[in-house]
C-alpha cells in the first residue's frame, strides 16, 4: 500500500500523521486550526501549517518524491473556515456515505498531490425552529474517529460514543454501524473558564485535579443537578472558606458540576434514543473520560456498561478505513 498522510484540523490545531505499511512513522502538529481563519479573515496561516506539518513528516523519513503519497483530511478543515467546505451528510451516516461522500482536491500551495477530504455528519431535523434546534448538531472529524472506534473495539450492534474534550461528542450509533444522532457540549471549555478565568481560580488554585476523588466528583455533580451549575460553582469557594476540603477535593466538586450537564443533556435529549442496556464507549485520555465513566455508572437512568479506551491516532485509523472503502488505493494503483 502507499505511503498515506493522515490530515487532521480542529478548531485550534492541526496534526498531520504519516503511515507506512500500516504503521505510523512520523506526526507533526501545529498549534493552528480554523479559529485562526475566523480571526485572520485569510486562510494563509492555515494552508502553512499543513504544508509544514507535510513536509516535516516527509522530510523525517526521507521521502522526496510524493507521487506514491496518498493524502486523506478530516474535521474542521472542510467547514467553512477550512481549506475546502464540503456539506454535512445527513444522518443515518456509516462507513459508505462517508467513503462516497469524499472530495478530491489539489491545493498547490498546500500539498502538490490531491487531498482527499472527508464530510462530516449532521442530525437529522427537517423541522428546525428555535423551539426544537436541541435536536439539532453537527460534528466534522468526530465522525471518523467514530468509525475508527466501531473497527478497533469491534463494535457490533446499537451503542453510544462519547469523546470528551473542550467540546464534548456523543454519538449514538445503530446496529448497522451507522451514526444515527449526536449532541455537543461545551464541557471543557466551561471547565477550564471557570477554573482559569472566574473566582474560582483562587479556589482552586487555577488547576485542574490532581487525581480522582469519586465522593467529590459524584457530591459535585449530585449538588449541580439540584441547584444548577451557577449556584454549585460558587459553592466551590464556601468550600474553600467553610470546610476542610483540599485544593484537589474542590476540584473534583467543580469537575462533577460541570459533567453533570453532560448527563443531563444525554438522559433529557431527543436528538436519538438510549436504552438502557446500550453500552457506551468513552475515549480520550484519563480525567473527563474516567470521570465520566463515574457519573454514568452513578446514575440511575444510564447503563452500568460503561467501556473506557484510548486509542492512539483514532483520526487517522478512521480516515484510512473511509478511504480504503472508497478504494482510493486501488483506484491510485496503491497496491
Not at 57 to 63: G, N, P, Y
Not at 93 to 113: E, K, N, R, Y
Request: one cysteine or more; a negative charge.
Amino acid at each position: 500500500m502507499k505511503n498515506i498522510i493522515t490530515i487532521d484540523t480542529g478548531t485550534t490545531n492541526t496534526r498531520v500523521v504519516l503511515w507506512q505499511h500500516g504503521d505510523v512513522t512520523a506526526m507533526a502538529k501545529q498549534p493552528v486550526g480554523v479559529r485562526d481563519t475566523a480571526i485572520t479573515g485569510s486562510k494563509t496561516k492555515l494552508k502553512q501549517a499543513i504544508k509544514l506539518c507535510i513536509d516535516s513528516v516527509l522530510a523525517e523519513q526521507q521521502i522526496t518524491s510524493t507521487e506514491n503519497i496518498i493524502a486523506v483530511a478530516s474535521g474542521m478543515i472542510t467547514s467553512n473556515l477550512g481549506l475546502v467546505e464540503i456539506p454535512h451528510l445527513t444522518a443515518p451516516v456509516g462507513l459508505s456515505d462517508l467513503a462516497d461522500g469524499m472530495q478530491s482536491v489539489t491545493i498547490p500551495d498546500v500539498f502538490d498531490q490531491p487531498i482527499w477530504f472527508i464530510p462530516g455528519v449532521k442530525n437529522n431535523d427537517r423541522d428546525i425552529s428555535p423551539e426544537t434546534i436541541p435536536n439539532m448538531d453537527v460534528v466534522r472529524g468526530e465522525e471518523v474517529e467514530a468509525i475508527g472506534a466501531i473497527k478497533a473495539l469491534g463494535i457490533d450492534g446499537p451503542a453510544l460514543i462519547i469523546l470528551p474534550g473542550s467540546h464534548t461528542k456523543m454519538m449514538k450509533i445503530n446496529e448497522h454501524g451507522e451514526i444515527v444522532g449526536s449532541i455537543t457540549s461545551m464541557t471543557g471549555e466551561l471547565l477550564d473558564l471557570l477554573t482559569k478565568e472566574s473566582i474560582l481560580a483562587d479556589s482552586v488554585e487555577s488547576q485542574f485535579v490532581d487525581q480522582l476523588d469519586r465522593n467529590s466528583l459524584v457530591l459535585g455533580a449530585r449538588t449541580a443537578k439540584e441547584n444548577g451549575l451557577g449556584r454549585t460553582a460558587f459553592i466551590v469557594r464556601l468550600l474553600g472558606m467553610y470546610s476542610d476540603f483540599t485544593r484537589n477535593q474542590r476540584a473534583n466538586y467543580l469537575l462533577g458540576a460541570v459533567l453533570e450537564n453532560d448527563i443531563h443533556a444525554l438522559v433529557n435529549t431527543k436528538a436519538f434514543s438510549l436504552e438502557a442496556d446500550e453500552p457506551i464507549v468513552i475515549l480520550g485520555k484519563p480525567g473527563l473520560r474516567d470521570a465520566l465513566k463515574i457519573l454514568i455508572q452513578a446514575d440511575d437512568n444510564l447503563t452500568e456498561n460503561v467501556i473506557t479506551k484510548e486509542i492512539a491516532n483514532l483520526a487517522g485509523r478512521g480516515a484510512i478505513e473511509i478511504a480504503e472503502q472508497r478504494q482510493i488505493f486501488e483506484l491510485t494503483g496503491g497496491k
